[in-house]
C-alpha cells in the first residue's frame, strides 16, 4: 500500500503539474484498482496521502468555520500606470532600490492550505481574511494539490483555485444538455464547485490551482524564491512572472501579458506586483486592509454600446439613494449585462445622460458594470435629461446633499428602504451570520409589521413566522435557533452588524479589540477612538455621532436585556505582557508545540509574531534544523531562544 501510494503521486503529479505522463491510463488504472482493493481490505492502514482520497462520492453537512493563523489580506487595486508610479515612489522613500516580481492574477478563488509533517491537514476559503470556511474535502478532489509534500513539514501556503477555460467550456455544455443554468463566467464556476456539498460534484469538475504564498514562517528570503520553493515542493506555481527593478519594466510586461490574455488557457484580470525582498516587506508592513509591499493592476475592461431603457433609483442601508441602469442585454467579459451602475446624480449631470440614449458599458475591475459615456452620435433628437429625484423613492422624505458629498441622502431615521437594507446587513454572513433570514424573509416580516428595529428580530416568536406567507414550521423553528446562535457572536460582529458609516468589519475587530465591551466603546470619547492604530477620524467621528444619539444607547440596551453578548470574544492586544512591544520570528521543527499554537501562545505575551528576519526582529525562537532565518539572525546579533525557553516562559 504504501508503495502503491507514492508511486501513484509520483505519476499524478507528472501527469497533473509537469504535463509529462510516465505511464498508460490503462497501467494508472491498473494500479489504483489495486490500491482500492488493498484499502478496503485494510482500512485502518490507509494513508492521509492517499490518491483514492481524490474521488468524490462523500457528502458533506456543511462547511465549519476556519479560523485562519495568518490573516489573508486583500490587494490595493489599481487602474493607470500614474496609480502604480505613486505605488513605487511609496515604497522608494523607504527603499530607494527595490526589486518588484510581477506575478499573472488569476481570476479564481483564495484558498489557503495547511500541512503538518508534510500532510495536508486544513485547506479553506479566504472568508473575511480572520475567518474563511473549511473546505478541506473538497480540496482535496482538486487533483494538482498534493496530499502530501516531499518533506516532513509544517506549512500554511497560499493561492488561487480556478477552472480552465476547456473545464468551464466542458461544464456549460453539459448543464445545458441537462437542461440547468449556465455558469456565468468561470470565477463563478469555480466558486460554485468548491461550495459543493457533494464531493464527487468537486471531483468531476476539474479545478486547478496556482500557489504563490507561504504564510507561515519560512526559510526564503525573496518572494521569487518562494515561488521556486513552492514548486519544489510540489506546488503548481505560474510560469509567467518577471523579476524588475523600475515601474516602466512592470509596465512592459503588462503591456506584454494583456495582448496574449486572450490565448491563455486559463481567465487572469490583472498583475499582481510585489516587492521581491521579503525583510522589506516586513518592515513595510500592513494597512488596515492591504499589505504596504504589493498592488494589483487591474486590467481594462472590455465595453459594449448598450440601450439605455430606464432608471432605477434604490436606498441604502446609510441613506444614499444610488441610480442603476436598466439596459438592453449585451454579452460583456463573459455574462449577460443588463443593469449597470450610474454612481450619483452629478455622474448623470457630467456625462449628460438622456433618455433613451445609447451608452458604452463596461465592467469595472471586470466586476461592476457601469456606464463609460453617452454614443452622442445616435442620440434621439428631442431626448430629455435624466430626470433627478428631490424625494426619497421609498418614504417620500425630502433628499439632502451634505457638504462634502456628491450623494442624495434620504436622512430620515425611519425611512423603511434604509432599516430593510440594514437588517439584511446585520443578518449577513460577515456580521451576525443568521441564516434563513434572507431578503425575501426580512420582506415578509416587514409586511407583517414585526420587526421595526433590529432588537424586535429577538422577540420573534413561532407563532409569528408560521403565519407569514408561505413560511413553514420547520424553518420557522430554524430561523429562530439561528437567532439565538447569534446572540453569542463576539461583539466585534454585532458592532458591524450595526452598519454605523466607515465601521466595517476589520475596524470593529480593531475597536473591540482595544475597549473590550460595546457598552464602554458606546462612551468613549472621540479621542480616545481615534488614538487606536488604524483606526481614523472618519471612523471615530462616525461612531461618536452614532452613539451620541438617545436611540442608539436605547438599542444597545434593548439588545443586552435580549441576551446578546457586548463583550469582545475573540484574542486580545495583550499590551502589559511579558513580550509586548517585541517582534519574534518563529524557525525550524518545534517538538512540543505546533506552529500555529506556538503564534497563539506568544501573541497572548504581547509578542508580534512576524515570518522573516529583519533589524527590526526583537527575538528569535529556533528549534531543530533552524536554517537561514537562525544564521541571518545570528549574523545582526539579534537573541535566540530554544523551544525549551519558549515553554518555560
Known sequence: MIELVEELNRYAQAYYEQDQPLVSDKEYDRLYRELVKLEA??????????????????????????????????LQDAFSLEELEEFDQRVRKEFPQVQYVCEIKIDGLSV???????????????????????????????????????????????????????????????REQEGEASFANPRNAAAGTLRQLDTQVVADRKLATFLYQVASPWSATSQESVLENLDQLGFVVNPLRKTVGTMA????????????????????????????????????????????????????????????????????????????????????AGTTVSRATLHNRDYILEKDIHQGDTVVVYKAGDIIPAVSHVVLSQ??????????????????????????????????????????ERLIHFASRAAMNIQGLGPSMIDKLFEAKLVFRVSDLYRLQLDDL??????????????????EVSKTNSADRLLFGLGIRFVGAKASRLLLEKFESLTVLSQASEEEIVGIEG??????????????????????????????????????????????????VLTGKLNRLKRSEAKAK????????????????????AGEDAGSKLTKAQELGIPIQDEAWLEEL
Open 41 to 74: 481490505e485494510n482500512p485502518k492502514w490507509v494513508r492521509p496521502d492517499s490518491p483514492t482520497h481524490r474521488v468524490g462520492g462523500k457528502v458533506l453537512e456543511g462547511f465549519p468555520k476556519y479560523q485562519h493563523v495568518y490573516p489573508l489580506f486583500s
Open 112 to 174: 489557503s492550505l495547511t500541512y503538518e509533517q508534510g500532510v495536508l491537514v486544513a485547506g479553506a476559503t479566504r472568508g473575511d481574511g480572520q475567518v474563511g470556511e473549511d473546505i478541506t474535502e473538497n480540496l482535496r478532489r482538486v487533483q494538482d494539490i498534493p496530499l502530501r509534500l516531499p518533506q516532513a513539514i509544517d506549512i500554511t501556503v497560499r493561492g488561487e483555485c480556478y477552472m480552465p477555460k476547456m473545464a468551464f467550456q466542458d461544464l456549460n455544455q453539459k
Open 249 to 332: 519594466e512592470v509596465w512592459e510586461f503588462i503591456q506584454e501579458i494583456q495582448e496574449t490574455r486572450d490565448t491563455l488557457p486559463y481567465e487572469i484580470d490583472g498583475m499582481v506586483i510585489k516587492v521581491n525582498d521579503l525583510a522589506m516587506q516586513e518592515e513595510l508592513g500592513f494597512t488596515v486592509k492591504y499589505p504596504k509591499w504589493a498592488i494589483a493592476y487591474k486590467f481594462p475592461a472590455e465595453e459594449k454600446e448598450a440601450q439605455l431603457v430606464s432608471v432605477d433609483w434604490t436606498v441604502g442601508r446609510t441613506g444614499v439613494v444610488t441610480p442603476t441602469a436598466n439596459l438592453s442585454p449585451v454579452q460583456l
Open 379 to 420: 442620440r434621439k433628437e428631442g431626448s430629455q435629461l435624466l430626470e433627478i429625484p428631490t424625494h426619497c423613492p421609498s418614504c417620500q422624505s425630502e433628499l439632502e446633499q451634505l457638504k462634502d458629498e456628491v450623494a442624495l441622502r434620504c436622512v430620515n431615521p425611519q425611512c423603511p428602504a434604509q432599516f430593510r
Open 466 to 483: 408560521v403565519n407569514l406567507d408561505g413560511v413553514q414550521t420547520k424553518s420557522s423553528q430554524k430561523l429562530l435557533d439561528a437567532l
Open 535 to 584: 483606526i481614523g477620524p472618519a471612523v471615530a467621528q462616525s461612531l461618536s455621532h452614532y452613539f451620541a444619539h438617545e436611540e442608539a444607547q436605547e438599542l444597545l440596551e434593548e439588545l443586552k436585556v435580549a441576551g446578546l453578548n457586548l463583550n469582545y470574544l475573540g484574542q486580545k492586544k495583550v499590551e502589559d505582557g511579558i513580550l509586548s512591544g517585541q517582534t519574534v
Open 602 to 621: 506568544l501573541e497572548a505575551l504581547g509578542a508580534k509574531v512576524t515570518g522573516s528576519v529583519s533589524k527590526k526582529t526583537s527575538l528569535v525562537v
